[in-house]
């Protein structure tokens, strides 16, 4: 019988619901013999009033010990066990699930040194916030047991450069047991990020991956209003006109909005009592990538102006000028200018009135 | 005058050098530094005269473990399999932990060579460079 497994949430006049469908938290999951297991990863992030709520879920296999690596757009004020359906509900709202084959896992229910900003212990992960650049926070990591994939050096960097907060979560399997926790069984954790500049960190879901390597999440987010985002995704339609062997990267499969037994059911849940019983506005976000091509987060803008962000999503902001003036416009622009210049001298070289 | 005399002779004599072939310096072999960041050898393709030993300086800037190991082939192979953790320092092999700045002699012969780090995962990253010799 197939289980739904929940994922992580993220929250922001966004709330961004980010589920993470089945198994895996976000972020780089490393094994102590430096092997990654990718599975799918469900996410929920929510903004509403300046708060990001991040909501994704850790589930472990086994008796291995396991560690993972969030970097996180703000510093967030409380780091709590999320809600138990939180992440299955959002799936069951927007998947099809076939008759019969759902059961619900709550049991799941620079280098200077890397800065300790918060601590706490979620059932049997041990969960650390970290301020530091990419060199600090992968000595800390390193220090501390954590098994760095080669790209983790520049993936650090691509997020250090944007924000200097990561969230490091490590399973204690000894704890585990004492809990009576068996493989498979997932911990929802729910970050609290106040934040003006929300984004979902999608890169790091590709963490030690081979370029060729599928990577499949789903995202969903929860906010006041239609978000604008970046990379746009595709829609439905487009995505399953391609090519068997392209993957589509961004699939938006959902943008409605989210209906009012939907918000109870989410606001019944422990801890999602902040978020409003009616007007708010459901995205579902397909991840579906190759490894190698995910070189990008998703920025959200759920202000109206319709204006994410191309740093918040990690882009070159000259490459995805906000404007639509792309580089080879600015390009046309300077050539005639310079033709302008030319002309003028020329026309004085030669005695004629320029222009 | 006699400042151009001594011109042309420092001239000539630096060109001597430049041409001159590959021999044991009194001073010490060359020094190649190499930077290892983003699990990448920057630069990737260094140039050896035949028979020059080279001090080669590692310098580690990334915050994860790495190797330098000079070889051919079946050099890379024997350690894309192995199972040492870490390597003691020999001649062209040593461990370069993050952060830090190791150095390693190596002589080449006549042929080119391999450098490449087999810490898991990171030989298939793409993390090899080769030496021309010539």
């Known amino acids: 019988m197939r289980r739904l497994r929940l994922l992580v949430p993220i929250t922001g006049a966004l709330l961004v619901l980010l589920v993470a469908s089945p198994v895996f938290a976000c972020g780089g999951l490393i094994a102590p013999n430096g092997a990654v297991q990718l599975v799918r990863t469900t996410t929920l992030a929510a903004y509403h009033e300046g708060i990001e709520h991040y909501v994704t879920s850790f589930e472990f296999a086994g008796d291995g010990e396991f560690g993972s690596i969030v970097p996180l757009p703000g510093v967030p004020t409380k780091v709590i066990r999320g809600g138990d359906w939180t992440l299955q509900r959002l799936a069951l709202e927007t998947q099809p699930q076939p008759e019969g084959e759902l059961l619900f896992a709550v049991d799941a229910a620079g280098a200077a040194e890397a800065r300790v900003i918060l601590e706490t212990k979620i059932d049997a992960l041990d969960v650390v916030v970290l301020e530091g650049g990419a060199i600090s926070v992968g000595n800390w990591a390193r220090e501390h047991g954590f098994l760095l994939p080669p790209d983790a050096p520049e993936v650090l960097e691509f997020y250090a450069k944007r924000s200097p907060i990561f969230m490091a979560v490590r399973y204690d399997g000894a704890r585990a047991a004492d809990q009576g926790l068996a493989a498979g069984d997932g911990t929802p954790v729910h970050v609290v990020i106040p934040t003006t500049n929300p984004w979902v960190p999608l890169r790091i879901l590709a963490l030690g991956a081979p370029a060729e390597a599928p990577v499949e999440a789903d995202v969903y987010l929860l906010t006041d209003g239609e978000p604008a985002t970046l990379p746009v995704a595709i829609g439905p339609d487009e995505a399953s006109a391609l090519a068997q062997e392209i993957r589509p990267g961004l699939v938006l499969e959902r943008s409605e909005p989210a209906s009012t037994t939907l918000l109870a059911d989410l606001r019944s849940d422990k801890g999602m009592s902040w978020l409003p019983g009616e007007e708010v506005w459901l995205t579902y976000l397909r991840v579906d990538a190759r490894a190698g091509d995910l070189t990008y987060d998703l920025a959200i803008d759920a202000s109206g102006a319709g204006q994410p962000a191309p740093i918040a999503a990690g882009l070159d902001p000259i490459a995805t000028d906000a404007n639509g003036l792309g580089p080879a416009l600015w390009v046309a622009l300077a050539l005639i200018a310079a033709f302008v210049l030319v002309g003028g001298l020329e026309r004085r070289r030669s005695g004629r009135p320029a222009f | ?134």
Do not use: K, W
């Open chain 2, 1 to 134: 005058m006699h400042t151009h005399r001594v011109v042309a002779a420092v001239l000539l004599l630096a060109a001597g050098a430049a041409c001159a072939p590959a021999r044991a310096d009194p001073a010490g072999p060359r020094t190649v530094e190499i930077v290892l960041h983003h699990s990448r050898f920057e630069p990737s393709t260094v140039q050896a005269n035949p028979d020059e030993t080279l001090e080669f300086v590692i310098v580690n800037t990334d915050p994860i473990d790495h190797e330098f190991i000079v070889g051919d082939d079946s050099v890379q192979d024997l350690h894309e399999r192995g199972t040492e953790a870490h390597h003691d320092p020999r001649p062209g092999e040593v461990t370069v932990l993050a952060g830090e700045t190791v150095t390693t002699t190596f002589t080449f012969g006549e042929q080119d060579l391999l450098f490449g780090c087999h810490v898991p995962g990171h030989y298939a990253y793409g993390m090899r460079g080769v030496v021309l010799v010539g």
